[in-house]
């Protein structure tokens, strides 16, 4: 729960301040300053949820499972549009 909240804020203030951001237009010297800074909070989301106490837990056989998936998926979707 903890790692999936940090994920949110994160997002939602970084979201947040891309629309304000694309809004406003403001001149190019205080766009870019703002616009690393937003790459930033939206980069360093899953590094700090995942750095609280364990993270996410990790299921290799999940994982694996829902790659098999997407591969089958694809394929579908590949032989469809032919």
Known sequence: RRACVTYAGTILVAQVGWSALA???????VHVP?????????????WLAESKRDGTPWH????SERHGLLALIALGEGVVGT
């Not at 809004?23 to 010297?29: D, E, K, Q, V």
């Not at 703002?34 to 899953?46: C, K, Q």
């Open 23 to 29: 809004i406003a237009l403001p001149p190019t010297s």
């Open 34 to 46: 703002l616009a690393l800074m937003l790459a930033l909070v939206e980069a360093s989301g899953p």
């Open 60 to 63: 290799a056989h999940h994982m």
